[in-house]
């Protein structure tokens, strides 16, 4: 059970619920998604096997200035496969990584999406600042919950982008050590883009050609938008299909709960996007996306491999990301990392994204610094699909 004792500068909060309404309607978040207090009780009811906490940064007069979450969660290191896998075994001959349980991190970050997702700063405060009082509050945050303290192995704060390096390097003065890890693909929408068709028309014909094929080859796929009134018929097949996709990846911080769909579509309406691509009455794949502001941030998907070449549907899917943007007049889709090749050929370019990792043993820690050196994003073939 975390504790609610707080500081003179921080206030801490283990659920969602404990945080009272004159705190949101100081910060005046509710216009971020991820900072809405629906979207993030979403999260905490589904996952009943991840810790949450939030922490609220006060000034002076006891205002807020700034709310950060925090996850805790048990990180399998049997888990990480593929390009990783010899990592893993280096962490575990250095003794960075336990042999027999999980590693149990304090994570402050959105595990579920990419992106600067972890603190929302109120207008005109100073980010750097923050980020230093949030460094602090962390090491509060333990010492006010001393069985937590002796549980947790290590700190993650994750996902910032090039531009808040200069300000997020200040991390290193806690012991904190930073590491690069797979791009998130950020495809941009020009004004000029009204329709679909302009935005192949704005394709090298090469690009184009291989759009309308997928599109073709994508015809017979019957694509539905996923309902409160159908969502329990079709969620069983969909988390078969997200299971397949999940099992693939390098790491997961934590496996997503595909109940949460049904709070999000209840708590969010208009703005999660949530579609299924069938064959034959057969749900063959699922797409699902947040609408954050001016920008649609692709979210989990779920594809049926052995039918995916024949009928597109992973290229589909991503047409449709950018398709849903421009009839929705949006800037931006975030499509995430992973498979950032094949989403560098419909137009995303890499946005380089930066974590700070810490272990609570010093010594390990110096340790740490090195074999994160070792850790590097896969490299992938950009591909330049539009006219110059």
Known sequence: ???????????????????????????????????????????????????????????????????????????????????????????????????????????????????????????????????????????????????????????????????????????????????????????????????????????????????????????????????????DEKLPKMSALYKKVSSGADFNLANFNLETYKDFKEKLGSNYILKTYSINDKIVGFMSGVINQKSLDAHFVGIDYQLNKKYAIYQRMLYDYVEIAIEKKLKTVNFGRTASEIKSSVGAVPQDLTMYLRHKKSITNKILKLFLQYVQPTSFRQKFPFKS
């Open 1 to 231: 059970m975390i504790c609610n004792t707080n500081t003179n500068t921080s206030l801490f909060f283990d659920s969602v619920d404990a945080i009272p309404a004159e705190i949101w309607e100081d910060l005046a978040c509710n216009n971020n998604i991820y900072f809405h207090p629906n979207y993030l009780k979403s999260l905490e009811k589904n996952h009943p096997e991840i810790g949450f906490a939030y922490i609220v940064l006060i000034d002076n007069n006891k205002k807020p200035t700034a709310i950060a979450n925090l996850k805790i969660v048990d990180f399998h290191v049997n888990s990480i496969k593929n390009d990783l896998e010899f990592l893993r075994n280096i962490g575990k001959k250095l003794h960075i990584i336990p042999d027999n349980k999980p590693l149990k991190l304090l994570i402050y970050g959105n595990i579920f999406v990419s992106g600067e997702h972890g603190v929302f700063i109120k207008k005109d405060e100073d980010k750097n600042a923050i980020l230093k009082e949030l460094a602090e509050s962390i090491n509060h945050f333990l010492n006010l919950n001393k069985d937590l303290k002796t549980k947790i192995d290590a700190f993650l704060i994750k996902d910032f982008v090039n531009e808040s390096l200069s300000i997020t390097d200040e991390l290193k003065a806690y012991n904190y050590h930073p590491f690069s890890v797979e791009p998130n693909m950020k495809l941009k929408l020009p004004k000029n883009w009204v329709t679909f068709d302009d935005y192949l028309m704005a394709m090298k014909t090469k690009f184009r050609v291989k759009a309308k094929r997928a599109l073709v080859l994508s015809k017979s796929l019957l694509i539905e938008n996923v309902t409160l009134d159908n969502i």
